[in-house]
């Protein structure tokens, strides 16, 4: 299976200690070949959600030229234009609450997902939560959630994935 991990932008709204971005030359990556075909494409940053229009074009784009490519996002920034992304054009979404405070704007998505349940319908909904995150009190029924999450030094890539820029 060809895997494609695509770096959307290298902007991020944090400074996270630990982060991955900081152990690659993000720069220094290899320009994506649209006309390569993948069977998961997955989009990635940064932050790829400070660019939302960005995400739906790309994801839009691919799925146009190879419509069997399966395509997920992975954010920290689970915004008001997560839940159309996921009902139009993404198969799946991975969002990390790095702290306390992402739990907000993740439960704002969240409730969006919850009162239309045909919009995510077969996505595959996944939740990484760092350590010292709480999600008590919320219905994270729609999400398989790993918790204790903690930042993996040196970040390696996956044999089976390629990453490149945009």
């Not at 030359?25 to 940064?46: N, Q």
């Not at 009902?87 to 969006?112: C, P, R, S, W």
């Not at 919009?119 to 595959?124: A, D, Q, T």
């Not at 729609?142 to 890539?157: F, S």
Request: hydrophobic share 40%; proline share 6%; with cysteine.
């Amino acid at each position: 299976m060809k895997k494609l991990r695509l770096l959307l932008t290298s902007l991020c709204n944090r400074d996270c200690e630990g982060c991955c971005n900081k152990d690659w030359d993000l720069m220094k990556l290899p320009i994506w070949d649209p006309d390569v075909e993948y069977d998961i494409v997955m989009i990635t940053g940064g932050e790829p959600m400070l660019f939302p229009r960005n995400v739906s074009r790309i994801a839009n784009y691919v799925k146009t030229k190879t419509p069997k490519t399966k395509v997920y996002l992975y954010t920290a920034l689970p915004n008001r234009h997560l839940p159309l992304l996921i009902a139009e054009v993404l198969d799946g979404v991975t969002i990390t609450l790095h702290e306390q405070a992402d739990v907000l704007k993740f439960n704002q998505a969240n409730a969006m997902l919850l009162l239309y349940p045909k919009s995510h319908e077969g996505k595959s909904l996944r939740l990484n939560v760092f350590k010292g995150v709480d999600l008590k009190g919320l219905d994270t029924s729609l999400w398989t959630v790993k918790h204790n999450m903690e930042w993996i030094e040196d970040c390696p890539l996956p044999d089976n994935e390629e990453f490149m820029q945009l």
